[in-house]
């Protein structure tokens, strides 16, 4: 799962997650005029709440998240894996409406009295943590302030003329070096090394490599033009453009995969 993929509104439908589970040991009820050694039960003292509101809700949350950090997404009866989380949270909020609305259910109804506890503190933060909860699944999509990365990703060190050996560094593995006169991997003891191999030379023009991040999750599609994407590009993560391809770039992904990325609007240089 990559952290660094996760957005803004992924951080507030976890904030609320949180508040939720927080709000979960509080009291479920109050009682006017009640004494205060009444040991008022809390959330988890009603099933219909816990299942409803408490677990729905977080399950929501945690399946929002957790697509949102996969590579690829995941479906589920032909249903992305984060639709089922919006559908959670939602479902949360519209239960814990229901359950401040009519906290003791049926109970208020039995006989001629109507009076009954009103929704507790636990039940009114709750119905706050789900709604936002799920005002920020649905909203995540759909506004830009939202989409902005959760985790700014470092500067990265100046690029590597194309076709030159990467060091180190954040968004880029480092190749293991060798020790000056030793073995080649796969020789054995004291052989000869090989002469190194040619290098690429860089492309023709005026195009100097770069790293860049893109804002949003974007495809990565083969340089013969298949149109099935070969990796996904993910916000919060540096990336090495090699060649100007029309209004598009090559770009060369952590593992080494090369693609072209179609769309280059709003990317970030490094």
């Known amino acids: 799962m990559n952290i660094r993929s996760l957005t803004r509104g992924d951080g507030v439908v976890i904030g609320a997650a949180v508040l939720l589970f927080i709000a979960s040991f509080l009291d479920i009820y109050s009682i006017d005029g009640a004494p205060d050694s009444i ?3 809390n959330l988890w003292g009603s099933g219909p709440v ?22 690829q997404p995941r479906k589920v009866a032909g249903l992305d894996l984060g639709q089922f989380g919006v559908a959670f949270t939602v479902f949360a909020a519209w239960s814990a409406l ?19 506890p009103n929704a507790g503190t636990g039940l009114i933060l709750a119905l706050v943590a789900t ?7 649905i909203a995540t999509p759909l506004v830009p302030a939202l989409k902005g990365a959760l985790v700014p990703a470092p500067r990265p060190a100046a690029p590597q003329p194309y076709g030159a050996q990467p060091q180190g560094g954040y968004g880029y593995p480092g190749a293991q ?3 000056y006169g030793g073995p080649q ?15 690429p030379q860089p492309p023709a023009g005026d195009f100097s490599p770069f790293w860049f991040a893109v804002p949003v999750p974007r495809p990565l599609f083969a340089e013969d033009g298949s149109p099935t994407p ?9 990336y090495l453009a090699v060649e100007q391809r ?20 709003g990317i970030q240089r490094g």
């Open 131 to 137: 709604v936002l909860m799920a005002a920020a699944a």
């Open 39 to 41: 040991d008022l039960p």
């Open 246 to 265: 029309g209004p598009g770039l090559v770009a060369q992904t952590q593992d080494g995969r090369r693609g072209v990325l179609q769309d280059t609007s």
């Open 230 to 238: 070969i990796a996904e590009l993910a916000p919060g993560t540096w």
């Open 50 to 71: 816990v299942l409803g509101v408490v677990l729905a809700g977080i399950i929501g949350a945690a399946l929002v998240v957790v697509s949102r950090g996969l590579p």
């Open 98 to 116: 229901g359950n401040v609305f009519d906290p003791a259910g049926a109970v208020d109804n039995v006989g001629s009295s109507s009076d009954g």
């Open 177 to 179: 070096q060798q020790p």
């Open 185 to 199: 991997p796969g020789q054995p003891y004291g052989a000869q090394p090989q002469a190194a191999q040619p290098q």
